[in-house]
């Protein structure tokens, strides 16, 4: 199986901290993708990152890559209620045209 | 510009019934999955249309899916007959061409089967 594996499966702050997300995967990968999905929604993309990329920021989003250890960190800065959501993370594995994704970050932020 | 869109959005059905899910991608996309959730585990990839050819259809469960996309449009996915372990929600989701980008996903079709 390719499937990747987030960690936490689940996380639980309050309003205004930091939340890190981890993904690890498999094998070399063309890029990989953080989606976020709200209760009862469909997924949304966040950011994408290549695989000659280290770090990428988005607002409050910034996610980094470490190939060498095959994974990724999705960093939420300033957390709000509305990140309340599941994480997910989505590798493109080298010739491939899927995305592969893991069983997600379950988020809950408190006010 | 219209996102992708799912019909119907929940199905209730029993064991051994017949269910056909309808996914319309964003006009001009010519890249189309469907997905799988079951029960809060990994979203599974099912299969990848581009245009009207199946692409990869490796992650099909068995002969009782059945997916087509209609003139490189529209999708649907009947499952004949429907099985307990059916359950979960089926995300569609589009791409334009090239197929490394973001993916564009519909809101779901959640199936019971009973």
């Known amino acids: 199986s390719q499937q990747g594996e987030e960690d936490p499966q689940a996380l639980s702050i309050q309003e205004g901290e930091n939340a890190t997300m981890n993904c690890s995967y498999k094998?070399?990968?063309?890029?990989l993708q953080w989606y976020r999905q709200n209760s009862g929604r469909g997924l949304v993309h966040l950011i994408l990152?290549?695989?000659?990329?280290r770090e990428k920021h988005s607002g409050r989003l910034r996610v980094t890559l470490d190939t060498s250890k095959k994974s990724s960190s999705l960093l939420i800065t300033a957390s709000r209620a509305a990140d309340t959501a599941s994480y997910f993370c989505?590798?493109?594995?080298?010739?491939?045209?899927?995305?592969?994704f893991g069983t997600g970050t379950r988020l809950l932020v408190s006010p | 510009e219209a996102g992708v869109t799912q019909f119907p959005s929940h199905s209730v059905i029993e064991k051994g019934q017949t269910v056909t899910l309808r996914c319309d991608p964003i006009?001009?996309?010519?890249?189309l999955y469907w997905y799988r959730r079951v029960m809060g585990k990994e979203i599974k990839f099912l299969l990848h249309?581009?245009?009207?050819?199946?692409?990869?259809e490796s992650g099909m469960p068995n002969n009782r899916f059945l997916a087509e996309r209609t003139g490189g449009t529209y999708s649907t996915l009947k499952v004949q007959p429907a099985e307990l372990e059916d359950s979960g929600v089926y995300f569609c989701?589009?791409?334009?061409?090239?197929?490394?980008?973001?993916?564009?996903f519909g809101e779901g079709s959640r199936l019971t089967v009973l």
């Open positions: 989701a589009s791409s334009q061409a090239g197929g490394t980008g973001e993916l564009f």
């Open positions: 094998t070399s990968i063309n890029n």
């Open positions: 990152i290549r695989s000659n990329e």
């Open positions: 989505a590798t493109l594995y080298t010739g491939f045209q899927k995305l592969v």
């Open positions: 006009s001009g996309h010519d890249n």
């Open positions: 249309f581009v245009k009207e050819s199946k692409q990869d």
